[in-house]
């Protein structure tokens, strides 16, 4: 399980830009429900869909929401932090209006959630270089060893309840 959650946080590394900037103040961003975290995500990837159904299930706060990456909101957040939104190797980990990407924003999530999913911050001492280059990997093979879905349709009431479209 452990190695699907360091997967499951693999969808490329990014450069983020305006880190520090809230999207909350950005006239660009439609205005949408966060009172908890965000992740943008990408709506064909299977892991992807893995990913959010791990969070959905165990996030027993339900304070998660999920924005596909390839909606005009998931869009519009990753032009604000300086990514391509045609990128669907790109996620985006949004909290208290800061943004975190790649296996930094996987520690994040693990944080959030607590418990076990604590320990993912141990990717965190792998070098940056190094961490970014295990995420590379992994996107740019995801479709080819887990597949395509859509997640907007997963089946899912857990994850359905938590996707802003």
């Known amino acids: 399980m452990l190695i699907f959650a360091i997967m499951h946080g693999t969808c490329a590394a990014m450069t983020l830009r305006n880190t520090q900037i809230s999207y909350r103040d950005a006239p660009e961003i439609p205005a949408f429900s966060d009172e908890g975290p965000v992740c943008v995500m990408d709506a064909n990837c299977a892991l992807c ?44 980990f949004l909290e208290d209006g800061r943004a975190y990407s790649s ?27 190094v961490r970014n280059l295990l995420y590379r990997f992994v996107a740019r093979n995801r479709y080819r060893w887990f597949g395509t879905a859509n997640l907007c349709f997963v089946p899912d009431p857990e994850v359905q309840k938590r996707l802003i479209k």
């Open 49 to 92: 869909a893995r990913g959010a159904m791990w969070i959905a299930h165990n996030d027993h706060q339900g304070a998660f929401r999920i924005i596909p990456l390839q909606s005009d909101l998931g869009a519009a957040l990753m032009r604000h932090y300086g990514l391509d939104p045609e990128d669907s190797n790109s996620w985006l």
């Open 103 to 129: 296996l930094e924003a996987l520690a994040r999530v693990g944080r959030r959630l607590g418990g076990i999913w604590r320990s993912l911050s141990v990717v965190l001492i792998l070098p940056r270089p």
